[in-house]
């Protein structure tokens, strides 16, 4: 459904000491069915990068991105408002994606109107209502509220009810339960999860947290440097991983059991 | 330079799932160090709102050995900064310390003066902050820097001795000599957090604070971090007390683990204790919504918001969210319940409670 | 869209009562606003007029300021005068600052080309000194008026502006709700207007005061320097009249005086409001952080 196919994004001036190539001829492909996809790497990865292609705020230097099979560039209008409205973003940081200057209600408002997906403000309410209820808030305490007034949590679950509202059918998320709280992370990973699995929508979790990959997805491409180094099954990844970038990263987690060795308390110092 | 990992590999350790016995562990054992480096009594940190004080910190007491590493485990707004900031009096106003002792080797470090305490920081208690590598300073080499705290306490003078002991430092912190010439930018996070830890053990402390000294670096960059934290902590004889919300990262590193929620310590135990038998229905739920690699889609939230210091819950705090609150949580604040040695709780149930499994979910 | 207006009263009322230095400050630009407004409905501007009163007479019972070589009542003077100086100061401020902000935040949302131009037209006529393009103005044009002036001062001010507002866009664009705006399929201007420009208020606000007195002092200068309109009244007009009749010289000291208190004032007001503005806006940063 959604392919990125040998793409490249390189920043710098071309042929100069200080090119950077964020992503190095990648592939990557969200089958149709709904999914979960977990992209797992550390920063200068490209994981960023790749959201960003996705989602269509950069262009690549070479390679495509095709939605249903369409590139990107040649879509039409109409396909594109289409491919706006479908694919939607949750972001990492819940303080920033809220224009501070409005109230909460105008981010869930806008998108409705501007894609011309409900007659009238009742109607936009009444969607959006359904929509915070199905991510576990309350109408009552969320709506006409500023950003400030509201938790990093509930912040971040009403981008999530602002997808869910839109109809979309893929949900990029960048790092959406790093910036929260540690009780408020599982609570809002289950939202995520059960976007899949009730309301039949696809997933791109990126993040820099194995573990939290390993809960959901049904899938994890790992990144190192530009480039995607392994990709597979949870199971497989974690416990069988090919790559020596992936065998470090699983053993840098620390396991939240004080009788398993983590090798922390070793003489010799890492150089 | 700027790429540790390339210059390094990766730092490969022992695949996770491989189970040592117990008692082999980091223990407690007394002999290993003296009597207690560092008495915290009934620390009170008030902040004043519109709406009244606000306590960041209602009477925290925890004690502190020499050689023991505490964790101090907790969200945002449970006071856990505030706490080890006020040990080095590094409140700032309109925010005061409104009450409490805290004795590091005999002398109270809440009653020194700004003077003494001046020559007290980095000296017997060191800091390594937040952010730590935001607070080097761009325009300094990094010895210059070394050098501006070794001349405020007025150390080692003669250039020779001085460029020894530089050099000396970041040997201990396992960084090579020219990073001592070299300006922040050029160095990696983790080199900055590690340059860090050698300016935080250079006048060799008795106290080391670390403050979240790895929320903003890479995990395997992390393990690198903590195991240079413990490595410069034994070659200086400190005790360290590390505050994060990571527990798993608690679970490698720390001898004793403190939970904190809104401002108070809700329980405190050595390490093994904490997830074998955690008796705080907040530690437990912490516990059981942490993820790992053992389970997949199972999700334990702990449903709420977190309490807000200004206008906190009556009694005791987490009952709005607790399962097993009853009446009395909302009138009575819980009183220190010593249910072991070293592990202290703060509920009115804390000994009812049934025992947990491996994955802190109760049984029976 | 956005239904601000009660919340945003109700929110400035109660910031305000928090700012002593900045209620003070607006306090006497409404103070001095009033008898600008007021003052020709209480006072006869007839006696400004030339010839009007006694000449040479001391501040008294009849005239309170006194009067001016010509027979002018000082106090009718500065009533006329004050509300014209005002009146260039602000407009100019208002020309030249919202053409700034209008060019800043162009150049700094779209960068590429419009970045280009604007940038390289602000910074080079930033260069060409004030002072030189008003005396060739004023030399060539046949009779300067306060609303000539005005234009001219904002034709000038603007640059600043530029170059401040568009480093503000610079960063405000790269903010995660600008990108969430542009997948709601917000574009262009209107995303400039309605994401960017909103959050820049605090910044324009405080600019304004900054843009206002400049072009204040601007004028004044220029009118003393006998640049100004000759036909109407201002307080840098009544300076240059007084120094051209050497009022100085002749120890009429109730000529100069009044202008210069006046002016004084206003910008004593200026600086209070500024200032007070500056702390409001640093003191909730710091509690809302």
Not at chain 1, 150 to 167: K, P, V, Y
Not at chain 2, 96 to 117: C, E, K, N, T, V
Not at chain 3, 96 to 113: C, P, S
Not at chain 3, 179 to 193: H, M, S, T
């Given at each position: 459904?959604?392919?990125?196919?040998?793409?490249?994004?390189?920043?710098?001036?071309?042929?100069?000491?200080?090119?950077?190539?964020?992503?190095?001829?990648?592939?990557?492909?969200?089958?149709?069915?709904?999914?979960?996809?977990?992209?797992?790497?550390?920063?200068?990865?490209?994981?960023?990068?790749m959201?960003r292609?996705?989602?269509?705020?950069?262009?690549?230097?070479?390679?495509?991105?095709?939605?249903?099979?369409?590139?990107?560039?040649?879509l039409?209008?109409?396909?594109?408002?289409?491919?706006?409205?479908?694919?939607?973003?949750?972001?990492q940081?819940?303080y920033?994606?809220?224009?501070p200057?409005?109230?909460?209600?105008?981010?869930?408002?806008?998108?409705?109107?501007?894609?011309g997906l409900?007659?009238?403000?009742?109607?936009?309410?009444?969607?959006?209502?359904?929509?915070?209820?199905?991510?576990?808030?309350?109408?009552?305490?969320?709506?006409?509220?500023?950003?400030?007034?509201?938790?990093?949590?509930?912040?971040?679950?009403?981008?999530?009810?602002?997808?869910?509202?839109?109809e979309?059918?893929?949900?990029?998320?960048?790092?959406?339960?790093?910036?929260?709280d540690?009780?408020?992370?599982?609570?809002?990973?289950?939202?995520?999860?059960?976007?899949?699995?009730?309301?039949q929508?696809?997933l791109?979790y990126v993040?820099?947290?194995?573990?939290?990959?390993?809960?959901?997805?049904?899938?994890?491409v790992?990144?190192?440097?530009?480039?995607?180094?392994?990709?597979?099954?949870?199971?497989?990844?974690?416990?069988?991983?090919?790559?020596?970038?992936?065998?470090?990263?699983?053993?840098?987690?620390?396991?939240?059991?004080?009788?398993?060795?983590?090798?922390?308390?070793?003489?010799?110092?890492?150089? | 330079?700027?790429?540790?990992?390339g210059?390094?590999?990766?730092?490969?350790?022992?695949?996770?799932?491989?189970?040592?016995?117990l008692?082999?562990?980091?223990?407690?054992?007394?002999?290993?160090?003296?009597?207690?480096?560092?008495?915290?009594?009934?620390?009170?940190?008030?902040?004043?709102?519109?709406?009244?004080?606000?306590?960041?910190?209602?009477?925290?007491?925890?004690?502190?050995?020499?050689?023991?590493?505490?964790?101090?485990?907790?969200?945002?707004?449970?006071?856990?900064?505030?706490?080890?900031l006020?040990?080095?009096?590094?409140?700032?106003?309109?925010?005061?310390?409104?009450?409490?002792?805290?004795?590091?080797?005999?002398?109270?470090?809440?009653?020194?003066?700004?003077?003494?305490?001046?020559?007290?920081?980095?000296?017997?208690?060191a800091?390594?902050?937040q952010?730590?590598?935001?607070?080097?300073?761009p325009?300094?080499?990094?010895?210059?820097?070394?050098?501006?705290?070794l001349?405020?306490?007025?150390?080692?003078?003669?250039?020779?001795?001085?460029?020894?002991?530089?050099?000396?430092?970041l040997?201990?912190?396992?960084?090579?000599?020219?990073?001592?010439?070299?300006?922040?930018?050029?160095?990696?996070?983790?080199?900055?957090?590690?340059v860090?830890?050698?300016?935080?053990?250079?006048?060799?402390?008795?106290?080391?604070?670390?403050?979240?000294?790895?929320?903003?670096?890479?995990?395997?960059?992390?393990?690198?971090?903590?195991?240079?934290?413990?490595?410069?902590?034994?070659?200086?004889?400190?005790a360290?007390?590390l505050?994060?919300?990571?527990m798993?990262?608690?679970?490698?590193?720390?001898?004793?683990v403190?939970?904190?929620?809104?401002?108070?310590?809700?329980?405190i135990?050595?390490?093994?204790?904490?997830?074998?038998?955690?008796?705080?229905?907040?530690?437990?739920?912490?516990?059981?919504s942490?993820?790992?690699?053992?389970?997949?889609?199972?999700?334990?939230?702990?449903?709420?918001?977190?309490?807000?210091?200004?206008?906190?819950?009556?009694?005791?705090?987490?009952?709005?969210?607790?399962?097993?609150?009853?009446?009395?949580?909302?009138?009575?604040?819980?009183?220190?319940?010593?249910?072991?040695?070293?592990?202290h709780?703060?509920?009115?149930?804390?000994?009812?409670?049934?025992?947990?499994?491996?994955?802190?979910?109760?049984?029976? | 869209?956005?239904k601000q207006?009660?919340?945003?009263?109700?929110?400035?009322?109660?910031?305000?009562?928090?700012?002593?230095?900045?209620?003070?400050?607006?306090?006497?630009?409404?103070?001095?606003t009033?008898?600008?407004?007021?003052?020709?409905?209480?006072?006869?501007?007839?006696?400004?007029?030339?010839?009007?009163?006694v000449?040479?007479?001391r501040?008294?019972?009849?005239?309170?300021?006194?009067t001016?070589?010509?027979?002018?009542?000082?106090?009718?003077?500065?009533?006329?005068?004050?509300?014209?100086?005002?009146?260039?100061?602000?407009?100019?401020?208002?020309?030249?600052?919202?053409?700034?902000?209008?060019?800043?935040?162009?150049?700094?949302?779209?960068?590429?080309?419009?970045?280009?131009?604007?940038?390289?037209?602000a910074?080079?006529?930033?260069?060409?000194?004030?002072?030189?393009?008003?005396?060739?103005?004023?030399?060539?044009?046949r009779?300067?008026?306060?609303?000539?002036?005005?234009?001219?001062?904002?034709?000038?001010?603007?640059?600043?502006?530029?170059?401040t507002?568009?480093?503000?866009?610079?960063?405000?664009?790269?903010?995660?709700?600008?990108?969430?705006?542009?997948?709601?399929?917000?574009?262009?201007?209107?995303?400039?207007?309605?994401?960017?420009?909103?959050?820049?208020?605090?910044?324009?606000?405080?600019?304004?005061?900054?843009?206002?007195?400049?072009?204040m002092?601007?004028?004044?200068?220029?009118?003393?320097?006998?640049?100004?309109?000759?036909?109407?009244?201002?307080?840098?007009?009544?300076?240059?009249?007084?120094?051209?009749?050497?009022?100085?010289?002749?120890?009429?000291?109730?000529?100069?005086?009044?202008?210069?208190?006046?002016?004084?004032?206003?910008?004593?007001?200026?600086?209070?409001?500024?200032?007070?503005?500056?702390?409001?806006?640093?003191?909730?940063?710091?509690?809302?952080?």
């Amino acid at each position: 459904m959604l392919e990125v196919r040998a793409a490249t994004v390189a920043f710098g001036a071309p042929r100069s000491k200080s090119l950077k190539l964020a992503l190095n001829a990648v592939s990557l492909v969200l089958p149709a069915e709904p999914s979960i996809t977990a992209i797992v790497g550390e920063s200068g990865s490209g994981k960023t990068t790749m959201t960003r292609l996705m989602l269509g705020l950069l262009q690549p230097t070479q390679g495509t991105v095709f939605y249903d099979g369409l590139d990107l560039r040649q879509l039409d209008r109409q396909a594109f408002a289409r491919y706006r409205r479908e694919v939607q973003a949750v972001f990492q940081d819940p303080y920033s994606v809220y224009n501070p200057f409005y109230k909460v209600d105008r981010s869930l408002l806008l998108p409705l109107q501007r894609f011309g997906l409900v007659k009238n403000r009742e109607e936009a309410y009444e969607r959006i209502q359904k929509c915070l209820q199905a991510v576990g808030l309350l109408p009552g305490d969320t709506l006409g509220r500023y950003p400030h007034q509201l938790s990093g949590g509930q912040r971040q679950r009403i981008m999530i009810a602002r997808a869910l509202s839109l109809e979309a059918r893929v949900i990029v998320a960048d790092e959406p339960v790093s910036m929260v709280d540690a009780s408020l992370r599982a609570t809002i990973l289950e939202s995520l999860y059960r976007l899949k699995t009730e309301q039949q929508v696809s997933l791109l979790y990126v993040t820099h947290d194995l573990t939290t990959a390993y809960q959901i997805a049904d899938r994890i491409v790992v990144m190192y440097n530009g480039q995607i180094v392994e990709e597979g099954e949870p199971e497989s990844v974690i416990h069988a991983p090919q790559h020596a970038y992936t065998r470090a990263l699983v053993a840098a987690v620390p396991p939240p059991d004080p009788s398993i060795d983590w090798g922390l308390d070793t003489q010799a110092l890492p150089a | 330079m700027n790429d540790e990992r390339g210059g390094e590999g990766f730092a490969a350790g022992p695949p996770q799932g491989e189970m040592r016995p117990l008692g082999g562990q980091r223990s407690t054992r007394s002999d290993e160090r003296g009597g207690h480096i560092l008495d915290v009594r009934d620390l009170h940190v008030e902040f004043p709102t519109a709406l009244g004080p606000a306590l960041a910190v209602d009477g925290v007491s925890f004690t502190l050995d020499k050689g023991m590493r505490l964790g101090l485990v907790g969200e945002s707004g449970s006071g856990k900064s505030t706490t080890v900031l006020a040990l080095m009096q590094l409140i700032k106003a309109p925010g005061r310390i409104s009450g409490g002792q805290a004795i590091l080797a005999g002398d109270d470090l809440l009653a020194m003066s700004a003077q003494q305490m001046r020559s007290v920081r980095f000296s017997r208690i060191a800091l390594v902050p937040q952010g730590a590598m935001n607070s080097l300073n761009p325009v300094l080499t990094v010895r210059a820097q070394i050098d501006d705290l070794l001349d405020a306490h007025g150390q080692k003078p003669e250039p020779k001795e001085r460029a020894r002991h530089v050099a000396g430092l970041l040997q201990r912190v396992g960084l090579p000599e020219n990073v001592a010439d070299q300006y922040p930018h050029q160095l990696s996070g983790g080199m900055k957090q590690r340059v860090c830890i050698a300016i935080a053990i250079a006048l060799s402390p008795q106290v080391i604070i670390a403050d979240e000294p790895t929320s903003a670096l890479d995990v395997i960059v992390q393990k690198q971090v903590m195991q240079t934290l413990i490595h410069a902590q034994r070659e200086v004889g400190a005790a360290i007390i590390l505050v994060g919300h990571d527990m798993g990262l608690m679970a490698q590193f720390a001898h004793v683990v403190g939970v904190m929620y809104a401002g108070r310590l809700v329980e405190i135990a050595p390490v093994q204790e904490i997830f074998a038998n955690p008796r705080h229905p907040y530690t437990r739920m912490l516990i059981s919504s942490l993820p790992s690699f053992a389970t997949r889609k199972v999700f334990r939230g702990i449903p709420g918001v977190a309490p807000s210091i200004v206008n906190p819950p009556s009694g005791c705090a987490f009952h709005p969210r607790c399962p097993r609150a009853e009446q009395r949580c909302s009138r009575e604040i819980p009183v220190d319940d010593v249910l072991a040695p070293g592990h202290h709780v703060r509920c009115h149930f804390a000994r009812e409670l049934p025992p947990v499994n491996a994955a802190g979910e109760a049984l029976a | 869209m956005n239904k601000q207006s009660p919340g945003l009263l109700l929110r400035t009322g109660r910031l305000l009562g928090g700012e002593p230095l900045l209620t003070a400050g607006l306090t006497l630009l409404v103070l001095i606003t009033l008898f600008a407004l007021v003052g020709p409905l209480v006072i006869n501007v007839e006696m400004a007029q030339i010839g009007a009163a006694v000449p040479r007479q001391r501040p008294g019972a009849e005239y309170l300021l006194g009067t001016d070589v010509q027979g002018r009542d000082i106090l009718a003077a500065l009533v006329l005068a004050t509300p014209q100086t005002l009146k260039i100061g602000f407009f100019a401020g208002v020309m030249g600052l919202g053409l700034g902000t209008i060019l800043g935040l162009l150049a700094g949302y779209f960068r590429g080309w419009t970045d280009t131009v604007i940038r390289t037209l602000a910074d080079v006529v930033m260069t060409i000194p004030g002072i030189a393009v008003l005396v060739l103005v004023a030399t060539n044009v046949r009779s300067m008026t306060v609303a000539l002036m005005a234009v001219i001062v904002a034709g000038l001010a603007w640059m600043y502006p530029t170059r401040t507002i568009r480093a503000q866009t610079l960063s405000m664009r790269e903010r995660p709700y600008v990108d969430i705006a542009r997948l709601n399929g917000v574009g262009g201007v209107e995303l400039v207007f309605t994401e960017i420009f909103p959050n820049l208020l605090p910044y324009i606000a405080a600019s304004f005061v900054t843009a206002v007195s400049s072009a204040m002092l601007a004028t004044i200068g220029l009118e003393a320097l006998g640049l100004g309109p000759q036909n109407e009244l201002t307080l840098g007009m009544m300076i240059f009249w007084a120094q051209y009749y050497g009022a100085i010289l002749r120890n009429l000291w109730w000529w100069w005086v009044p202008p210069v208190a006046m002016m004084a004032l206003i910008f004593i007001g200026l600086l209070m409001t500024s200032t007070g503005m500056d702390r409001l806006v640093n003191r909730r940063l710091r509690v809302e952080a």
